[in-house]
């Protein structure tokens, strides 16, 4: 039986400050965020305006976000994000000077540009940096010029970030996707090297994690004609490397035991070759005559991905990957009941307004840091999280503190401080998703230029002490805020996420064993739901665990998601290609039962009784279905002991 995640949430204390497991640091995303935020602030230092190249560096932001989309979708992305920035410091030079009103809107911007970036995935930084810009515009009195002017110098500095960050493009063209397959082939990889080890069911969420950014990437809007030869070539890699998880989700059902290492090598090999453009690994060696099918058919497909990844093969069934949501339905999809996104929202806008409030009550001179502090550490998913991100957010902001204060007490030019301002927005993006702690070290001395730069007359000494005093008042509030507001919301979703997952793969095994689909029916539109459905299942239950009090509710429903985890990614591996002979197998009776079996499963998943007896036919069809059917039976039926038999969980509280 896998680990369940709660077993692996302790000591967040003891980890803190260690690398949070990212990405690396990304040297490229955080050049085209210096360079994007040095120009207005160079343009403004050249022509005496300083704090107009100040004003533009808030639309200048938006370099930091889409760094991994393809160029046509990362178009669109920076064209909205800059369009959020433009809106936010509006928002918040009307607010300006409005003691009481100011942290209300802060809250505001904050929660919408968390639902929204969250909702879309748009990934870190999320809604903070767009609260920042609202925040940074609020501490003058209200002038309907000024306000004017300062929006126009927003949107000039996004429309700098657009170009800078669109600038790849005249070099490599499909290098944000070819980066995407390549990931999504090193974690394919590493699923295949933990088959039969404690960490299989962990693998294999990060690769079905890997293989959809690949395909969303790989199906953006396609390149002029002429120029699409290279993205065929990754639709059949990520095509490939899907065939490759599906024979790896089937032989790891028929059998725990590891798979030859062979294979993930070679799926490495390919992942460079795709990265550096060069030819094709060897071919894995032949596997003994006495292989078992599960292994001989990932053999198989390995070798299948290994000569066409590279070269590139004709399309072929890639209409099984259907093309991904849109923005509108990612939105919808938000507001339904087992989503996270919106207690999230309303989470972060909470604690920014008490943030503000507090601080300004305690007479800070700088109380919309406050609020922006807030809003960082309530970017966490849960309970642990939030701690973290407090612990880590004031660790590196107190030596960020003392590393900016150090530089402002040389009381730096106007170059010099522009060359500071560059130096650390490229060190805080370069090393952000690698470790927290040590992008806060950077991102605080950005803060404190910036603030240099708009009021270069406050005192080192002031601007130090009010920039520490906020932030500990933002990190106390949002932890305290994580601590009250929502603090079970991954818990108390678990049971009807887990019950929703049943019914999408009762919808996906019925469509599986009465059609002949491996194409755009909706066999494959099925299979393309639950491929995110499980995603998300797995991301609550591993948010679950990390929410305070220990979730009992995640320990006594682990079983049951492992095994509703196998029975979905063994549908999603399942198709009936078509034949002009159909094979015999299960009748419409007969998959209607197994419907109405995933029905009454899902049934007690959400209401916590008891499943009654399955009545399953007997299948001919699909591996495993009917021993694992039964195993989410019994993970259902086991009774409730413990702390969650004494408290069983209020699904009305959130």
Known sequence: M?????????????????????????????????????????????????PWGLAATMGAFAAVYGAKEPYARRAVLLAGVGAG????????SLAGGRIWLAP????????VATYVCDALRIGPPGGYLFALACAMSTPLPFDGAATGQRVTLTAAGAACAWLVSMSGFLVDRSGPETTAVADAYEQLAAYLDAIGGPRQDAAQHQAAIALRTAWYAVAAPPQPRGRAGGRARLRTAVRQAHHVFAAAVRAAAASREPLPDDLAGALRSTAGCLRERRTPPPLP????GGEPAGRRAVRGEVERAVRDAVSGAPPGDAGELLEPSGATRLLASARKRHSLVLPAALRVGSGAVIAGWLAHLSGFAQ????????????QGANVTTVIRRGLQRGAGTAAGVLLGGTVLAFHPGAAA????????QFAAEAVLAHNYALGVAFITPLSLFLTEAAQPALPVGDLVTARLLDTVCGCVVGVAAGLTLWRRTSTVRLPSTLAHVIRAEGTAWHLILTTDDSGNGAAASARHRLRTELINLRTVADSAAGDRPAPCELARLWPAIAATQQLGYLAVSTTRPPSPRPRPGPGPGDAARVRRAFDTLAASAATGAPPPPLDLPPLALPARLDSVLHALHSALSAPHTGECHRRPLRRGRR
């Open 104 to 111: 209300v809107v802060i809250g505001l911007v904050g929660a």
């Open 367 to 378: 109380s919309y840091w406050a609020s922006g502090a807030a809003i960082v550490v309530l």
């Open 85 to 92: 920035f433009v809106l936010s410091v509006a928002a918040g």
């Open 2 to 50: 896998p680990h369940s995640p709660a077993a692996r949430a302790g000591g967040f204390l003891r980890d803190a400050l260690r690398p949070g497991g990212g990405p690396g640091y990304r040297y490229a995303p955080g050049l085209r965020a210096a360079v994007s935020m040095g120009i207005p602030l160079t343009a403004g230092a050249a022509t005496g305006h300083l």
């Open 417 to 424: 401080l522009v060359a500071a301002v560059m130096l650390a």
């Open 285 to 288: 060696a032949p596997g003994p």
